[in-house]
């Protein structure tokens, strides 16, 4: 994708994002993506711009609850493999692995089905805001602690000034930063 593609995309992006103060409680700042989603041409180009990079460098997309969801299934769509979804705690019927982790606004645990990957998989995380990196570092610790290669972590949309980056110990590309 050339810079000015990225950068027409990055702004539409941006356009497409509402923000929304103080949700879902007092000084946190949500990113709204349900207007990106409504547009399915803009999607399109997400999925694409998402996927490109990774074409035939992964084996499986794992997506991060709830929002990653969508972007994770659709890239793996666009990449031919399979999807992940990274689930919070309690979500999973049967035997699960998981992790803690601190999030901007509390704590919680994610999870995925024990045996769900065969060791040396490479895998790529993605999802649709990095805020304070807490959900994406704690993805990928658990993905690498089942054995899994991460190799790299996908964002829409990257809040610079919580610098969540530094949190995530694997390579992370963002459409639009913040």
Do not use: N
């Amino acid at each position: 994708m050339s810079a000015t593609v990225a950068a027409g995309l990055a702004e539409r992006i941006l356009g497409a994002v509402r923000e929304i103060p103080d949700f879902p409680e007092p000084g946190v700042s949500f990113k709204d993506i349900t207007p990106l989603l409504g547009d399915g041409p803009l999607f399109g180009e997400v999925i694409t711009a998402h996927a490109e990079p990774w074409s035939g460098r992964v084996d499986l997309v794992a997506g991060l609850e709830a929002r990653g969801f969508i972007f994770g299934a659709a890239v793996a769509r666009q990449l031919g493999v399979g999807f992940l979804p990274v689930r919070k705690a309690g979500k999973l019927p049967g035997e699960t692995v998981g992790v803690d982790y601190e999030l901007e606004y509390g704590t919680a645990r994610v999870e995925i089905p024990a045996g769900a990957l065969r060791p040396g998989t490479r895998v790529l995380v993605v999802d649709d805001v990095l805020a304070t990196g807490g959900t994406a570092a704690a993805a990928c610790r658990l993905l690498q602690e089942v054995g899994a290669e991460v190799t790299g972590v996908e964002i829409l949309v990257e809040i610079e000034a919580l610098r969540g980056r530094e949190a995530v110990a694997s390579t992370i590309r963002s459409l639009v930063t913040v």
